[in-house]
């Protein structure tokens, strides 16, 4: 069993600098990619970004790319999400996931098991 604790929202001007953590329980060496999903007001939750537990891969959604880096300490057990560059498009509730196992491609919520329960990145001026 995976719990997920998602931090680190808040609000920030465009163009400005956030950090988000997942602190994770329950990892095992079965335990799948862990990833970053949003959902703006009004719209679908959409995959952000997502890394393999074992291995490191990374996937990022084309909106995010260059400016998002999602990384991960297995120490610390706790994957984090630095956003740099803002803007307002980028408002929404952020929500850190786990898969029970590994499953090609980890850009969709469906393929996801355990969430967190979410922290609100608010981008204006």
């Known amino acids: 069993q995976v719990q997920l604790v998602d931090s680190g929202g808040g609000l920030v001007q465009p163009g400005g600098s956030l950090r988000l953590a997942c602190a994770a329980s329950?990892?095992?060496?079965?335990?799948?990619?862990t990833g970053w999903f949003r959902q703006a007001r009004g719209k679908d939750r959409e995959f952000v970004a997502s890394?393999?537990?074992?291995?490191?891969?990374?996937w990022y959604a084309a909106s995010v790319k260059g400016r998002f880096t999602i990384s991960r300490d297995n120490a610390k057990n706790t994957v984090y999400l630095q956003m740099s560059n803002l803007k307002p498009e980028d408002t929404a509730v952020y929500y850190c996931?786990?898969?029970?196992?590994?499953?090609?491609?980890?850009?969709?919520?469906?393929?996801?098991?355990?969430w967190g329960q979410g922290t609100q990145v608010t981008v204006s001026s």
């Open positions: 996931a786990a898969q029970t196992s590994f499953a090609y491609y980890p850009t969709f919520p469906s393929k996801y098991d355990y």
């Open positions: 329950g990892i095992t060496s079965s335990t799948g990619a």
């Open positions: 890394i393999r537990w074992n291995g490191g891969d990374t």
